[in-house]
């Protein structure tokens, strides 16, 4: 089949690296455009711009698709079918009736669970057990298309954001393949039960309670982690807590119970395994420690 491509973070480039191995014919892929960043400020194409470059894929890179000169330009590609992948932007129902299959869009939730922009940090966050990908052909609703195919995986007690997202990522890059071979989509409506929304995550969200419960705090950090990072202060400064453990001791909350970053909670405590200052990189927490030690009694905040 003729595929057009769409993706944007690190997250769709193992999609679109599985698409091509695996022989497709990726007509076009489309990208969010160049953003400035760094020091000057230079654009920086995409992930997934620079992965189609190195392949030798024409890349596209519409500011969205309100124009008619885009949507005729998408429609010249003749493509059987769009996969999209986190995206970025969203795509019109006259895009989307284009390929002569569909889009088919890879969604790194057990959906109609964690609908939106953020279901991986949430389903951590949130506490649940499992979470996986499904490929959903697409309409005009907020991930509310029929289900074509779906994977689970168990979430662990050490999963971060970045581990899970790279296991999802994996995940997603198998189960599109398997769909794309079959050539026929066979989907299924997706349940009204249990419909559950991921909003984008709140810079706000990511300040330490610590009087709230010590699973609670875990789940924070690990699903912050490592973007954009829970965060804390300690002596006077922001410092982001990217990883952690629950234990059962207990003290007055935000205490330092010991000099290696056991830290009491509302109920139970945390001890903070991964740590990073500011204009620092992270580093694992006895690293830290003998340059910035925190000795039992100290209270963040």
Not at 25 to 43: C, D, F, L, M, T
Not at 69 to 92: K, M, Q
Not at 119 to 144: F, N, W
């Amino acid at each position: 089949m003729r595929i057009v491509f769409m993706g944007t973070p690190d997250f769709s480039v193992n999609v679109l690296e599985a698409l091509h191995s695996a022989g497709h014919e990726i007509v076009a892929v489309y990208s969010q455009p160049p953003r400035r960043a760094g020091r000057g400020k230079k654009a920086r194409p995409s992930p997934v711009q620079k992965c189609a470059e190195g392949l030798g894929l024409e890349v596209f890179t519409p500011l969205n698709f309100k124009e008619e000169s885009d949507r005729a330009a998408f429609a010249t590609h003749e493509a059987d079918v769009a996969v999209v992948v986190a995206y970025g932007l969203i795509l019109p129902q006259s895009v989307l009736d284009i390929p002569s299959k569909g889009c088919l869009n890879i969604h790194a939730s057990l959906l109609p669970r964690w609908r939106g922009a953020a279901p991986i940090q949430r389903a951590i966050m949130a506490g649940d057990e499992k979470t996986g990908v499904c490929v959903m052909q697409m309409e005009a609703g907020l991930d509310t298309g029929p289900v074509i195919a779906r994977r689970k995986t168990d979430i662990s007690e050490d999963d971060t954001a970045a581990s899970l997202h790279d296991r999802l990522a994996e995940i997603g890059s198998e189960l599109i393949v398997e769909v794309l071979n079959k050539r026929k989509f066979n989907a299924e409506l997706q349940s009204e039960a249990g419909v559950t929304y991921a909003a984008k995550i709140d810079k706000a969200e990511a300040k330490i309670n610590w009087s709230q419960p010590a699973e609670t705090i875990d789940r924070q950090i690990r699903g912050l982690s490592p973007f954009p990072g829970a965060w804390c202060e300690m002596k006077g400064e922001r410092v982001k807590l990217l990883g952690s453990v629950v234990t059962s001791e207990s003290g007055p909350a935000g205490e330092a119970l010991d000099n290696k970053f056991l830290i009491a909670c509302g109920q139970g405590a945390v001890r903070l395994t991964k740590l990073q200052r500011a204009g620092k990189g992270p580093m694992a927490a006895d690293s830290f420690a003998r340059g910035f030690p925190l000795f039992q009694g100290e209270k963040l905040g």
